[in-house]
C-alpha cells in the first residue's frame, strides 16, 4: 500500500486493512499432553447509557480507487441494498449501521455510526482481539495440581492442590468427548499423573486454588437468571466443563471451582488413591513444583471456540486474564480497563471504554457500530496476523455456531457461506457483526445494531439484520 493511502486509512482506522481470503474450515489442534512445554437482559431504553469515547465520527476518504486499481463499491448501490432493509418496523426506532471496505478501510455506508449502543454478545469481538493482543495467540493455560506436605512413600501427608489458570475449557472425561475442538485439556489426566507419581493416599483434602480471579463472579448488573438458566456460571479461573454440570446442559454449578475439586477426588479414587470427602479452597504456595499438569488450546483456537459457540465464561476468562497480564486485578473492573487499553494501542482508541464485561451481558455495556467495524477490520488486515483468529472464528452462516440455522432459506438465504458474523442478542436487541463476500468477490466489514426492539423477542431483529447482511452478499455494488 502506498504512504499516502496508508496516511489516509489511517484517518479512519489508524490501520491498514488489507483484504485477505478468509478459509471456512476450523483446523484442528494436536492433543495436550501432561508435562508438555508450554508453548437475557432488560430492554435497553430502561438503563441510562454508558458514553462511548470515540475520537470522531468515521469520516468518507472519498477514494475512486483502491491500491490495485480496483473500483471500490458503490455507496449508492450499498445504500439501495440495505436501507429498505433498515426500515422494516421490526427494528424499532434505533437502528445503527457501518459498512467499510474491507481492503482500504473507506467507508461505504454510516447509518448513526457513532450511537452509543448496547453491543450484547458482540462485546466479544473486542474482548477477542484483546485477548489475541496482549496474551498472544500461541499462549496456552497451564492447569496442575501441587503437592502441599511431606510425601512419604505412597503417601501424602498433606494437601494436594489443583490450580486453576483460567481455563474455562478445562474438561471432564465426558466433556472432552463431547467438545472435541479445539482438544480441550483433561482433568483426568492430572488424576493419572497423580497416579503415576506413586501417591495412593491422600491425608489432608483436595484442595482449590481460584485465587487468580477475584471477586465479585457476577458482573456488573448482571440478572440473577442468567446463572439459573446456565448463560453462564459464576466466574472463576478454575472451572470444569464451563461449570457446567452435566457436559452439553445449561445447569450450572453455584460454586465452578469447589465442583472441580470434587471431580478430581472423585477421579483419584477410581484410580485406587485413598482421598477424604471434603474439598477446600486454599492458596498455592510459592515455589512447590507441580507434580502434574495439563496446557489449554491456544489463545486463538481459544477465541475461535469462543466466537463460533458464544461462550460467555471463556469471554469473560480471558478478559480476566487480559487484565492480569497486564498487571491489574482478575476482575471485572480490572478486565473493562484493560481491554480499553489494549484497544487503544491497537489503534481504537475508546473503542472499548463502554464495556464493563468481557462477555456482553451486562446492560450496562455501550459500543459504537463504528467501533465493532474499525476492530473487525483490524483483524482483517495483513499487517497484524496475530489478530486473523477473531476473523476466522466468526460463526459462517448457514454453517456452524450461533449462525447454523440462520441464512438456510428465506429472503437471508443469499448470505449462506458468505457471511461470517457475531451475532449479539438481549431483550429488545439484536446486533451482528462481521464480514461478508459480495457478489464480485470483495470483502465489506459491517456492523449492524437495533438496540431498540419493539418485541422482546430478539430473534424477529435478528432476521432483518440477516436479511441486511444477505444484501450485501448478493449485491455487487460496482462504483
Not at 424 to 435: D, H, K, P, W, Y
Request: charged share 15%; with cysteine.
Amino acid at each position: 500500500m502506498s504512504s499516502s493511502v496508508w496516511v489516509a486509512t489511517a484517518v479512519v482506522f489508524g490501520l491498514v486493512a488489507a483484504g485477505a481470503a478468509v478459509e471456512l474450515r476450523r483446523t484442528g489442534l494436536p492433543d495436550v499432553v501432561p508435562g508438555a512445554p508450554s508453548p437475557t437482559s432488560s430492554p435497553a431504553g430502561s438503563v441510562p447509557a454508558s458514553p462511548v469515547r470515540t475520537p470522531s465520527p468515521l469520516p468518507s476518504l472519498g477514494q475512486a480507487l483502491d491500491d490495485a486499481g480496483l473500483t471500490l463499491p458503490s455507496r449508492t448501490a450499498i445504500a439501495a441494498a440495505v436501507d429498505p432493509t433498515f426500515a422494516d418496523p421490526r427494528l424499532g426506532p434505533r437502528v445503527s449501521a457501518v459498512v467499510v471496505d474491507g481492503v482500504t478501510g473507506t467507508v461505504l455506508y454510516s447509518r448513526n455510526a457513532a450511537l452509543s449502543v448496547l453491543p450484547a454478545s458482540t462485546a466479544k469481538v473486542m474482548t477477542a482481539v484483546a485477548a489475541l493482543h496482549v496474551l498472544g495467540p500461541d499462549r496456552r493455560l497451564e492447569t496442575t495440581v501441587v503437592p502441599v506436605g511431606n510425601l512419604v512413600g505412597a503417601r501424602l501427608d498433606g494437601r494436594l492442590l489443583l490450580v486453576g489458570a483460567g481455563d474455562s475449557t478445562l474438561a471432564s472425561p465426558a466433556g472432552a468427548t463431547r467438545n472435541r475442538y479445539p482438544a480441550p485439556a483433561r482433568l483426568d489426566a492430572l488424576a493419572d499423573a497423580v497416579r503415576a507419581a506413586g501417591i495412593t493416599e491422600i491425608t489432608g483434602a483436595v484442595a482449590v486454588d481460584s485465587g487468580l480471579f477475584g471477586l465479585p463472579r457476577t458482573g456488573p448488573a448482571w440478572k440473577p437468571n442468567y446463572l439459573t438458566e446456565g448463560s453462564v456460571a459464576p466466574v472463576t479461573s478454575l472451572m470444569v466443563d464451563g461449570g457446567r454440570v452435566t457436559p452439553g446442559e445449561s445447569d450450572r454449578y453455584a460454586e465452578p471451582d469447589l465442583a472441580a475439586g470434587r471431580l478430581l477426588r472423585d477421579l483419584l479414587r477410581r484410580r485406587g488413591v485413598t482421598v477424604p470427602e471434603t474439598v477446600v479452597r486454599a492458596t498455592a504456595p510459592p515455589g512447590v513444583a507441580p507434580i502434574g499438569r495439563v496446557f489449554s488450546p491456544t489463545v486463538a483456537a481459544l477465541v475461535e471456540r469462543m466466537l463460533v459457540a458464544s461462550d460467555n465464561n471463556l469471554a469473560e476468562s480471558l478478559a480476566h486474564l487480559v487484565a492480569r497480564e497486564r498487571g491489574l486485578p482478575g476482575t471485572f473492573a480490572g478486565a473493562s480497563e484493560a481491554v480499553a487499553a489494549a484497544l487503544s494501542e491497537l489503534g481504537a482508541p475508546g473503542d472499548g471504554a463502554g464495556l464493563v464485561d468481557g462477555s456482553g451481558l451486562s446492560p450496562l455495556n455501550r459500543v459504537t457500530t463504528a467501533g465493532l467495524a474499525r476492530v473487525l477490520a483490524l483483524a482483517l488486515g495483513s499487517d497484524r496476523p496475530g489478530l486473523r483468529p477473531l476473523v476466522t472464528g466468526l460463526p459462517v452462516g448457514g454453517f456452524d455456531g450461533t449462525l447454523s440455522e440462520r441464512y438456510v432459506d428465506g429472503p437471508a438465504a443469499g448470505g449462506a457461506g458468505r457471511v461470517r458474523a457475531k451475532t449479539g442478542s438481549l431483550n429488545n436487541v439484536s446486533t451482528l457483526a462481521g464480514v461478508v463476500e459480495t457478489a464480485d468477490g470483495r470483502q465489506l466489514v459491517f456492523a449492524f445494531s437495533a438496540d431498540r426492539l419493539p418485541s422482546r423477542a430478539a430473534s424477529l431483529g435478528a432476521e432483518v439484520l440477516d436479511q441486511a447482511a444477505a444484501a450485501l452478499a448478493r449485491c455487487g455494488c460496482p462504483g
